[in-house]
Every structure is written in C-alpha cells, then in structure tokens.
C-alpha cells in the first residue's frame, strides 16, 4: 500500500469518526495548540450554544466569549494545568445564541510531544443543566427538610434495625433533657420505666409485622421525672421488603394527660350525681343526635318506648310521628331560649297510670352559639295523684252542689207540676157525683202525670249514669274514626237531608280520653245541628282540630237557624231548656254536652246569632 492510499485511508477513518461525533449530543473538540486554532468541532455545539460549527472553528477564542462572565475564574488556571499534562474537568455556566443560561460539563485531554511541549487538546463538553437544577432542588428540599425536622413542634426519632437511636431532633432532645450525643445508640427502653419498656416491646413486635399505629408511651426525663408523648410510629422497610427500623412523631402530651386525669374525675363525680338524681336527663346536640343520658333515662325509655337509648343514635327515633311534630315546635321554641315545661302522663303495662314532668333546656357555649339540649324528665306521680284527688274532691263537691241545685229545680218545678196534678185529680176521684166518662177522663190525667213523674226520673238516672261513667277507662280516640261511627249510625238522616260534613283534623288528629264521653259530645252537637237545620237549605256541619299549649280545641260550626244569645245565653245548658219549639225534643242534648265536657276537664263555650248558624268551642285537656 502506497502513501496515497494510506492517507486516503486515514481520512475515511476521520470522517466515520466525525460522523460518529456528529450523530452524539456531546460536543466534540479538537484545538491544534502550536497554531492556537479549532480542528475539528461536532454539529452537537449549534444544539447546545445556538452557533454553528463555522462559529468556532474560525475564531478559537470565541469558546471563552460564551463563558459566564461570573465562572470565568473556573478556567483561567486550566492553561497551567494542561500545559503540565494535567487533565481538566470543570463545570461551569455558558451564556447561548438566545439569552439563556445553560450549564455544562467541560473534560480537556491534553497531548504533549517527545519534549513535554502541549501540542493538541481534545475536549468533549456535556449539557448537564437539568442535573444541576435536579441537583439544586434535591440540596434545597433537603436544607427545607432539615429545618423542618429542627424546627418541629414534634419530636422525631428514627431507630435501626437493631432498635438503636441513629437520629433525633432538637424537640426531643427537650422533651427527655437530653443531647442527641446523650441518645445516639440507645435504645428506646432506656428512656422508659419497666412497665412502659413491656409496653412499646409488644408495639414495636407489630411495627417489625408493618403496623402503623398511634400509642401513648410515659417516658423518664434525665432528672427522673415522668413526661408523657403521644407517639405516631411506622415502620422503615427497604426495597426488598426487608425492615430497617422505625420512624416516630413524638408529641408531648404531659399536660394533656394530667387535663385529662381531671377530667376524668370530674367526670366520674359528675356522673355519680347524673345517675343518683330522681331526674332522668337526655342530652343531644343541634344535629339531635344523643350524647349522653343517666341510668334513669334508660329505664323511662324502655318502660314507655319499649326501646333502649343509644348514643349518636337520633332523637327523633324515640317518639310517633304525631308526637314529632310537637317536639319538633318545642325545639324550635328551646333554641330561642325559652324553657318549656309541661307534664305528660302515660299508661303502664299493668293499666296503672305515671305522671311525669317534662322540661326542655337549651345549651350554649362560650359565644352563646346554641350547642344542644337537654330533655330532663321527671316522676311526679305521687304529687299528681295527691293533686288530682284534690282537685276531683273539690270539683266533686262543686258538682254535687250544682247537682243538688239542678235536682232541687228539677224536683220543684218538674217532679211538683204532676205530683200537685195527681193529688188535685184523686181529690176530683173522690168526688161520687162524676159519671163513668168524667173518671176515665180524670184516670187518663192521671196515668199522663205518672208517665212524666217517670220520664223526669228517667232522666235524673240518665244524668246519674253520666257521671259514674266518668271512672271509664281512656284510650286514644281518634276524630275520624268517632265521626265515621256516627255518621253510619244517623246514615238515613244524613242522605234525607243531605247533610255535609267538612273535616280538618291535620293538626290533632287524636286525644287521649273516654270514648263513650267523646261519641256523645260529637253526637248531640251533629244531631243538633241537623235538627235545628234552616228549611230549604242543606246542613253543613264543620269540625275542627287544633294543637295548643296542652289541650285540643275542638270546633263545631253549622249554618243552621242559630240562637239569639242575648235571649237564651243564661239558660242555653240548662236541662230541660229549649228554644225552638218547631221540632220535638226534651233539652236534654246541650246539657248532656256540658255535663260530659266538664267531667273531661274540658270547657266549652258558644258563637252563635239568628239566621247564620252556630259554633260550639270545646277546649280538652291533652
């Protein structure tokens, strides 16, 4: 092979070479030293710099004009170093063709002939600006890091796998007054007494399974003293599953553990007294969801609700649907500030009956914001009963008085008329002038005032029976089914004169009471209403409900003949009273109606004018 084909051969190898350089990221150089000039320069340098090849191979100064001018120091002592042999590896910022600030890496070969004379560099220069901000970022997360740890309101506290401290911050340090120089190498039970040293060894088995958990640890201080840290510990496990120790969040709960000792006395004494009270207590808050109640109030509720009280458990879950809508308006009424206070009786399973007061308390906090209620229910049947008996003695005596009276006027006026007619006509019997016809005439007088002698006993017995009834067992009676009774009772009436009845029983759709007593009230009233009916106009008769404080409103409203009060208002209950003569009756009806009303505990009272119908307003107790 001649020279020709030798150098052609080296110059194939030199543009494989380039192409090679060429086709890489990394800038490849070479700088002839003797003539201080760029031989050759990869394509890479227009990708990194922004110029292009011609750029630095026709001024070789024109690589330093890139430099950053605060990193120019970095290689002006490379000339000495590669001038000795030396090789250079610096990193340092360049400024590109378009502004921006790139760093990179800079590795200079240099060669030297037989004489130690520098003849050539071959450099090859990197992008490394994303590993330098990576870099940046990863020193600056960890300077954060390290300020996080050493600034914590918590302890941290790592161990090895072999239970051994290998860091703690400056927090714990002040927890236990120690020095981290005091704890590195120690275990954990070294700072414990032997009760708690039992305890984290059975954590610190589950942590070695991957447990994480939370755990109050009482720690010895190095004065001795005991202090209390909550402890959020999780387990360090490697790449392969294996465990390397634990990390742990210490907080000093010391205070929090002696606050909570006394509350918890506290709490016991109060308690103590919440369930030796004769007051059954329900506590809930404004989403009525129970927080607490006393023994006491666990035996009412399952005596009346056939139901166990639980806590987080609603309210509402303890009373009808009917009644709900009471509590409810209660409720309303409580969290403006206003304390109710009412007494409510109920029926044992044995039939005996419990009175008990019940008051609705509201709760606020420090802001006065409304934070809950309470339901405080109390036993007050002996009291009651003790009352009531009272109250029925001398309601008896009032009533047995205006019985008295009532029956004096019905002996003198009803009972004396055909007693003085009978005598009068046995005197006229003895007369033995009278012919046959004139003493059958005088017989029948006599037969006709015996008969009415009898109905006005009748009646007396009737009105007796009334008041005996009054012993008759309650029940809850609904208005709708009582009204549904009478009207199939009087049907024939009802379609003859095509009576209409309007209900409105939405409010109070019940009451607790004698039903015999209600039918009779509802019956009398309706009937009366038919029978003192407008000729020529169809009965309407509407009856309503109403909720009050602590009784049901009754009213009874006809567009009937009416009454004129300012005549007949002294004499509208009396017996035997009547005011229409138009329509047989006895007036008996209105009477009965008072009598049964008052034997309820009830009032009623009368709107009514000529010609535009009557009202009857009945109040009952609830």
Request: net charge negative; glycine share 4%.
């Amino acid at each position: 092979m001649d020279a020709t084909d030798s150098r052609s051969r080296v110059e194939d190898n030199q543009h494989e070479l380039m192409d090679f350089f060429n086709a890489m990221d990394e800038v490849f150089y070479t700088v002839d030293m003797i003539n201080l000039r760029v031989m050759h320069i990869s394509k890479a340098c227009e990708k990194l710099f922004g110029f292009k090849q011609a750029d630095f191979l026709n001024d070789p100064k024109f690589w330093l004009g890139l430099v950053h001018p605060e990193d120019k120091h970095i290689i002006e002592s490379e000339d000495k170093i590669l001038r000795r042999g030396g090789k250079v590896n610096n990193q340092y910022r360049v400024i590109c063709k378009d502004k921006s600030v790139r760093w990179v890496e800079n590795k200079i070969i240099p060669c030297l002939d037989n004489n130690g004379i520098l003849i050539r560099l071959d450099g090859i220069t990197r992008d490394i600006t994303e590993r330098i901000e990576a870099e940046e970022k990863h020193r600056q997360s960890e300077a954060r890091y390290r300020q996080i740890v050493e600034t914590a309101q918590e302890g941290i506290w790592t161990i090895d796998e072999n239970e051994k401290t290998n860091f703690v911050n400056k927090k714990i340090c002040d927890i236990l007054g120690y020095t981290a120089g005091e704890m590195m190498g120690k275990e954990l039970y070294d700072f414990m007494d032997d009760k708690g040293k039992a305890y984290a060894l059975a954590c610190m088995e589950r942590r070695r399974k991957g447990s994480k958990e939370n755990l109050d640890v009482r720690y010895k201080t190095k004065t001795g003293e005991d202090v209390w840290a909550s402890i959020s510990a999780n387990p360090i496990i490697d790449e392969k599953g294996n465990y390397k120790g634990a990390l742990a969040m210490v907080t000093d709960i010391t205070q929090r553990k002696m606050d909570e000792d006394a509350v918890k006395k506290s709490e016991a004494n109060l308690r103590t007294v919440f369930d030796n009270t004769d007051t059954a207590y329900v506590l809930f808050n404004t989403e009525l969801t129970i927080i607490s109640f006393n023994a006491l109030a666990q035996k009412f509720s399952e005596e009346i609700n056939r139901k166990s009280l639980e806590v987080n458990c609603l309210i509402k879950d303890y009373f009808t649907e009917e009644r709900w809508l009471f509590i409810r308006e209660t409720l309303d009424k409580v969290a403006e500030g206003e304390i109710v206070n009412y007494e409510l009786s109920y029926t044992r399973e044995d039939g005996s009956v419990r009175w008990n007061n019940v008051r609705w308390l509201n709760v606020k906090d420090d802001q006065n914001k409304n934070w809950g209620f309470i339901l405080a229910n109390k036993d007050i049947t002996e009291a009651k009963i003790d009352a009531l008996e009272r109250e029925k003695i001398t309601a008896d005596l009032i009533q047995h008085n205006n019985d008295l009276e009532q029956f004096t006027y019905i002996i003198s006026h009803n009972l004396r008329a055909p007693v003085a007619n009978i005598i009068g006509l046995s005197d006229m019997l003895k007369d033995h002038d009278l012919d046959a016809a004139a003493k059958e005439e005088v017989l029948d007088r006599v037969s006709l005032s015996v008969k009415n002698i009898d109905t006005v006993i009748k009646d007396l017995n009737h009105i007796l029976q009334a008041r005996e009834l009054a012993n008759e067992k309650k029940e809850q009676v609904y208005f709708r089914e009582l009204l549904d009774a009478i009207r199939t009772s009087i049907y024939n009436t009802v379609v003859s004169e095509n009576v209409q009845f309007k209900c409105f029983f939405e409010e109070a759709e019940s009451i607790f009471t004698i039903r015999s007593y209600l039918y009779s009230i509802f019956y009398n009233l309706s009937s009366n209403s038919i029978k003192y009916h407008r000729p020529g106009i169809a009965p309407i008769i509407s009856i309503k409900s109403h909720r009050l404080k602590n009784k049901i409103e009754l009213r009874f409203k006809d567009n009937g003949k009416g009454i004129d009060l300012d005549k007949y208002s002294s004499q509208l209950f009396g017996l035997y009273k009547r005011f229409d003569n138009t329509v047989e009756g006895k007036g008996m009806g209105l009477f009965m109606v008072k009598t049964q009303v008052e034997a309820l505990g009830g009032t009623i009272r009368i709107k009514s004018k000529p010609g535009e119908g009557t009202e009857f307003v009945i109040l009952l107790p609830v």
